[in-house]
């Protein structure tokens, strides 16, 4: 699998969106908080936000978010954002 993982550090109470229709957007947060659909990734978490679908991501107001980001093409839908440790 050809995958580029980016490290990011996206500033506390950022908001953004992720709507794309062909590829998952993946976050590994390093550190820091981001809140999405009422859940909460945090430090050691793997976020999945689908494509396909409109997710707005939240960074904590108090904290940056560092994160690995990746971009992936997505072989299926999910049906929601996948949350993991």
């Known amino acids: 699998m050809d995958m580029q993982v980016d490290e990011v550090v996206i500033p506390a109470a950022t908001s953004f969106t992720w709507d794309d229709t062909s590829q998952n957007l993946i976050l ?14 945090g430090p050691d978490q793997t976020l ?7 997710t707005t991501l939240t960074v904590d107001g108090q904290e940056a978010l560092h994160a690995l980001l ?3 093409q ?3 839908m999910l049906a929601a954002p996948l949350l993991g440790c």
């Open 74 to 76: 997505a072989p299926t």
């Open 70 to 72: 990746m971009v992936h």
């Open 48 to 54: 999945v936000v689908p494509a396909g679908q409109t």
């Open 28 to 41: 590994i947060v390093l550190a820091g908080h981001l809140f999405f659909n009422d859940q909460v990734a």
